[in-house]
């Protein structure tokens, strides 16, 4: 029976995503919620929420609508194929966290009384992240008042009674509610000595009461502190006081990865969400402060958001549904004379993890996809073909499959090929999937053909108990088309439930002609250091590649995306993902890096110093989340000098780094875009002397 | 040595006159520091008395006074409390090295905070380890009548990460000591007492608090236990101060009102709990005080 494999079969809901499908199929105990149901939510329960009918698609709908617009249900030029794009049709919330009165027909609201009034010549850096500490010192000013002008903890304990937010979760707070808790637990006014373990419970920060709630801010390190720091931190006694005035803050606290899901499979709607509510109290707050701009000049104040997170698998072509929805947004925004949303992403840590590969497909190829053993979650590969012409337009249903794939599992007789359609899946035993998909970009007359693989976890302690195979599967692909194809295959990103955890591992790809070191023993990055020409790069193997590890979410001309480098001599992190070999749709998505910024200050050094969990402490962290930070702070100090109307984030911090780096033996475009800039953190003391 | 006894001495002849004097009855300081802590410990520990009701009570009184009066939390609080201490686990990979060492190391942690060298602060170490030693056989019997089974007795899933002390979970030890010593060197610190030191956040309580979180984080305690030995702890350093000197002393109880059966241990908790105003006087003990006046001396 675990070698079973069943006939293709429509999905239950053709715009369910593949991941949200599976997270549910292997969960058949949970049962989907309606947030109208009319029960009530056991804050020690975990739920799968959603509405009746299209109503949660209907209020994110009316949700990325700007603040302010005067019929919030008229649908959004060109963003109606978003819609029909898989968008979820529920979410896991904790029951701690559920807003018992939202209702999905109505938009969120913002309570103005409840708002800051700041001056014109403000810029809001904006972090997404886990784990931000609202009380650090280095989001403050010298008077020890909060920088932060609004945070949204999406998994913080919903207040009871509910304020009249039409939020679907979370609770949320802002500037004078963050001041006056500092004032309840500071010792010797905001200045004085912070209980950190008092101010952040009371703030929904941490929680150690519920199973899903929050910790990090207990620990040593905290991922969201530290990045905010290195956004937009500043040091009270030292900065020029200009700065710390007009330098804001807005924070979003992500769900745990327990709610988010290991993969991300419900990343994309938080993440959306939380940049929509960002933009939105921003609005809100330029309104609030009653201000008002020359002609021809948008509205609002300058944002830069900063999300250190993403996904290896996924179309990384700039259409996928999170680069739809931001596009649409900044679409709206700019068609309401309002500033554009600077949104900077890191390129990723995925270089090395054997996770990308590629097929130039004439006939049939394979390649081993290894699980692991011990591993805690679930696992997903994404396989693409290239953009394939689409000339009459067909529908998602109309297209006919270009290639055939053989799933074969550990220990299973060599499977056949088969093809499935658009929105249609078959099971593999008890504990898989095989999902087969079509994206359309219609103003390419182009779609790609996919097929997602999705296994349960090898190993389960706690629900939900169905269990895959660990070891080597056979993944084959055949081409049907009739011309040469490429194809593309990456395994998704893979996390642990908590963030030093080995539980969660990641599977790889194997293949003989695949080396991780060079001849002298040191790590194989994808180019050699300093680079020669010449040389071209290191890549080993035609098939599995360094090249395209770049991060899903950040492949989009809209967003930048940063890669890292070592400060002390200039070379590229090795852990940091290479960009694609062309891009898949120049017109939506890139190719390569924008930039590089610093994410190690030196080769004993490793990391950039910032905030740690506790205030006045610091920790060293590195990865390209760091380097991402260092790019929005770059972008939001300049911001404070000149933000004119058509600010192009991308150009002003490509012509930056190309600039900036003249350095002979400069590594090429996939690693660092057009070049490697330092950006001067706000540290009183170097590591470097 | 007989041999040399033999070839030395002679045969001498005694003069009374010659006989020592005994010393001063507060100079302690001819003896060695092992012999002198010794004999603090000693006298620390006439001081207390500790009796029960037999029904998961204990008191502990100082000559006629009670200074801390405790009933043990119910199985059903406790229930409650799980949740918590699987929770703090989360925390393990962060504190591991922090909880081997204070499994017999205290004293090491609170020397980061206040200077406590073995020559300029010698009265002091001594002080302190009499107390934490004084402490532990209080804490005893107070475990004893107040037994209380460890979280791995309730849910093997908790798994400590190091082993579970084989008596009772209230009070924790750890608190207790951590929160007399705290107590003790606050008062030589900053002359003022455990309330007042805990009101304001003073490093010793912030060091002494997180010492008691550290046991929840490995497993062994619950939160209510740290708060029982945050009270007692405090309870017993505030006696042990009116012992040496004028000071009054406070009863601190622990009864049903002092923490709901969800709360977690924060300090800030603990200070109300502590009455304001002293109540009583206890006896003065000369060896006590004079060793006290030693510690005092070497913070002035």
Request: glycine share 8%; hydrophobic share 40%.
């Amino acid at each position: 029976m675990r070698c079973r494999q069943h006939d293709w079969q429509d999905n239950s809901n053709k715009q369910i995503p593949p991941y949200v499908d599976f997270w549910h199929a292997i969960r058949p105990a949970q049962s989907i919620r309606s947030w109208d149901d009319g029960k009530p939510f056991d804050p020690n329960a975990s739920y799968s929420l959603g509405v009746t009918g299209d109503a949660l698609t209907g209020w994110l709908r009316a949700f990325i609508t700007p603040y302010g617009r005067s019929d919030p249900t008229d649908p959004p030029p060109d963003s109606d194929d978003i819609w029909t794009t898989y968008p979820p049709k529920f979410v896991p919330v904790p029951g701690f966290a559920v807003n018992g009165t939202f209702d999905p027909t109505q938009p969120s609201k913002i309570d103005l009384e409840r708002l800051p009034a700041i001056e014109a010549d403000s810029v809001v850096v904006g972090v997404i992240d886990s784990g931000i500490g609202l009380g650090n010192s280095r989001f403050r000013d010298g008077g020890g008042n909060t920088r932060i002008l609004a945070s949204w903890q999406q998994n913080g304990l919903r207040p009871r009674p509910d304020p009249d937010d039409n939020l679907p979760f979370g609770t949320e707070l802002y500037r004078d509610e963050i001041d006056t808790l500092l004032d309840s637990h500071s010792v010797g006014g905001r200045t004085g000595y912070l209980r950190e373990d008092e101010f952040n419970r009371a703030a929904g920060l941490v929680d150690f009461h519920h199973p899903d709630g929050h910790r990090e801010l207990s620990g040593r390190t905290s991922h969201g502190t530290h990045v905010l720091d290195t956004a937009a931190g500043l040091d009270p006694a030292r900065a020029d006081p200009a700065t710390l005035r007009r330098l804001k803050i807005m924070a979003v606290n992500l769900p745990n990865r327990a709610t988010i899901g290991l993969s991300g499979e419900f990343l994309d709607f938080f993440a959306l969400l939380a940049i929509k509510r960002i933009a939105d109290l921003a609005d809100a707050i330029w309104t609030k402060s009653a201000l008002s701009v020359p002609e021809g000049m948008p509205e609002g104040f300058p944002v830069v958001i900063n999300l250190s997170f993403g996904k290896n698998a996924g179309l990384k072509d700039g259409l996928d549904f999170f680069n739809l929805v931001f596009r649409a947004i900044n679409a709206e925004r700019r068609r309401c004379n309002r500033r554009e949303i600077h949104l900077v992403i890191p390129v990723g840590n995925d270089n090395l993890e054997q996770g990308t590969a590629l097929f130039d497909l004439a006939d049939t190829m394979e390649i081993a996809w290894q699980t692991p053993p011990e591993d805690q979650s679930a696992n997903f590969l994404e396989i693409w073909t290239e953009p394939l012409a689409n000339p009459q337009q067909a529908g998602r249903d109309a297209i006919d499959p270009p290639i055939e794939i053989a799933v074969t599992p550990p220990g299973c007789p060599r499977a056949p090929f088969t093809s499935g359609r658009n929105a249609q899946h078959r099971r593999i035993g008890d504990y898989a999937r095989l999902y087969s998909l079509v994206s359309i970009d219609v103003a390419s007359s182009q779609y790609r053909f996919g097929y997602i693989l999705c296994s349960a976890a090898p190993v389960r302690y706690s629900a939900p108990l169905v269990t895959g195979p660990m070891g080597a599967w056979s993944i084959q692909v055949r081409n049907v088309s009739g011309s040469p194809m490429r194809v593309y295959l990456n395994v998704q990103t893979d996390q642990s439930l908590l963030p030093r955890a080995a539980t969660g591992l990641r599977p790889r790809f194997e293949r003989e002609d695949y080396r991780r070191y060079l001849d002298n023993g040191r790590v194989r990055d994808t180019f050699a250091y300093p680079y020669d020409p010449a040389q071209g790069d290191l890549e080993t193997s035609p098939v599995l590649r360094r090249h395209g590890t770049i991060n899903a979410t950040a492949v989009s001309n809209d967003i930048v995306a940063v890669a890292g480098y070592r400060l002390t001599d200039g070379k590229p992190a090795a852990y940091s993902s290479t960009g694609l070999s062309g891009s898949l749709d120049p017109d939506t998505g890139r190719a390569n890096p924008t930039l590089a910024t610093p994410c190690d200050d030196g080769a004993v050094h490793f990391g950039l110093l910032g905030a740690g969990a506790a205030n006045g402490s610091a920790v060293a962290l590195s990865g390209t989340s760091v380097a991402s930070a260092c790019a929005a702070r770059r972008l939001a100090l300049h911001l404070l000098t000149d933000a004119p109307a058509d600010f192009d984030a991308n150009a002003f911090l490509e012509g930056e780094a190309q600039a900036a780096d003249v350095a002979p033996g400069k590594p090429p475009p996939p690693k660092i875009g057009t070049g490697r800039l330092p950006v001067a953190l706000d540290r009183s003391v170097s590591r470097l002397g | 040595m007989t041999i040399t006894q033999e070839a030395i001495a002679g045969q001498p002849v005694f003069d009374p006159n010659t006989l020592p004097y005994p010393p001063e009855p507060t100079d302690a300081s001819y003896l060695d520091g092992t012999w002198r802590t010794g004999m603090l410990t000693s006298a620390l520990a006439g001081l207390f008395k500790v009796a029960s009701d037999g029904a998961g009570k204990a008191s502990v009184t100082v000559g006629r006074h009670t200074v801390f009066a405790a009933t043990r939390p119910t199985p059903e609080f406790i229930k409650h409390q799980l949740q918590l201490v699987r929770n703090y686990a989360d925390l393990r990979i962060d504190r591991s090295a922090e909880i081997l060492v204070q499994m017999s190391d205290l004293l090491s942690f609170f020397g980061a905070i206040a200077f406590l060298d073995s020559r300029k602060r010698e009265a002091t170490l001594e002080f302190l380890s009499a107390v934490q030693t004084v402490t532990t056989l209080v804490e005893a019997q107070v475990k004893y009548w107040c037994w209380v089974g460890r979280p791995i007795e309730l849910a093997p899933e908790i798994q400590p990460i190091i082993q579970t002390p084989c008596h009772s979970s209230f009070p924790s030890g750890h608190a207790t000591e951590a929160f007399a010593i705290a107590a003790v060197l606050h008062r030589l610190m900053a002359d003022s007492d455990a309330r007042h030191g805990i009101e304001n956040a003073a490093m010793p309580f912030r060091l002494a608090h997180r010492i008691a979180v550290n046991r929840t984080v490995a497993g062994v305690h619950y939160p209510v236990d740290s708060m029982g030995g945050a009270l007692l702890g405090c309870a017993i350093a505030e006696a042990i101060v009116a012992a040496a000197s004028e000071e009054k002393v406070r009863e601190v109880t622990f009864g049903d009102t002092v923490m709901a059966e969800t709360d977690d241990f924060l300090l800030s908790a603990v200070a109300p709990h502590l009455p304001k105003r002293p109540l009583r006087a206890v006896a003065n003990e000369p060896i006590v005080e004079s060793l006290w006046q030693a510690a005092q001396a070497e913070w002035q």
